[in-house]
T-cell receptor
Framework: DGGITQSPKYLFRKEGQNVTLSCEQNLNHDAMYWYRQDPGQGLRLIYY???????QKGDIAEGYSVSREKKESFPLTVTSAQKNPTAFYLC????????????????FGPGTRLTVL | KQEVTQIPAALSVPEGENLVLNCSFT??????LQWFRQDPGKGLTSLLLIQSSQREQTSGRLNASLDKSSGRSTLYIAASQPGDSATYLCAAPSGGYQKVTFGTGTKLQVIP
């Protein structure tokens, strides 16, 4: 089955600790995205990648880092510099990166809920 | 910068009722708009992607319309069922940026 997987489903982090959220897709999509979702707020873009070995900051990149060494993988690291990391994190992919002129449907993973202890 | 607004934030209707969810956006220079469904604690599922050249897009009991001139889109759900209970989000491309802006969603509850 084609799709996007995220792991773990739940993650707990201690203060000052870095954690990495996994995102894998087997849809052969070029573009991948990381969003953060907080109660009462829409999804906010953290980072996106249009192609392997390339990624761009989104609206709230501070305290986060990513890598795109393989087409199918786009891991997100939440660093200790992120002061309020408790949130629901969603990974998505699309055939091509969204532009103001066209948007392919984004396919979402099931999400990872991160809680800071 | 694109801003997407969805009103109401929550809606409760009896089963069988037809309903309309609203989405407004500030930057009308878009070529399409998407509607998603999100169940509690889950990811988003794409429902409809409507191109600006299409005024409407239909899938089963769902019908989405897009009016760029007024900066509005609606999602019409016919004969609502309890299984339709979820949060519905719309998303529009952010002009000049390679990304999409999401609304905060409308939480729908269909009461049996």
């Amino acid at each position: 089955d084609g799709g996007i997987t995220q792991s773990p489903k739940y993650l707990f982090r201690k203060e000052g600790q870095n954690v990495t959220l996994s995102c894998e897709q087997n849809l052969n999509h070029d573009a991948m995205y990381w969003y953060r979702q907080d109660p009462g707020q829409g999804l906010r873009l953290i980072y996106y990648s249009q192609i392997v070995n390339d990624f761009q900051k989104g609206d709230i990149a501070e305290g986060y880092s990513v890598s795109r060494e393989k087409k199918e993988s786009f891991p997100l690291t939440v660093t200790s510099a992120q002061k309020n990391p408790t949130a629901f994190y969603l990974c998505a992919s699309s055939i091509e990166a969204a532009t103001s002129f066209s948007t392919d449907t984004q396919y979402f993973g099931p999400g990872t809920r991160l809680t800071v202890l | 910068k694109q801003e997407v607004t969805q009103i109401p934030a929550a809606l409760s209707v009896p089963e069988g009722e037809n309903l309309v969810l609203n989405c407004s956006f500030t930057d009308s220079a878009i070529y399409n708009l998407q509607w998603f469904r999100q169940d509690p604690g889950k990811g988003l599922t794409s429902l409809l992607l409507i191109q600006s050249s299409q005024r409407e897009q239909t899938s089963g009991r769902l019908n989405a319309s897009l009016d760029k001139s007024s900066g509005r889109s609606t999602l019409y759900i016919a004969a609502s069922q309890p299984g339709d209970s979820a949060t519905y989000l719309c998303a529009a491309p952010s002009g000049g940026y390679q990304k999409v802006t999401f609304g905060t969603g409308t939480k729908l509850q269909v009461i049996p």
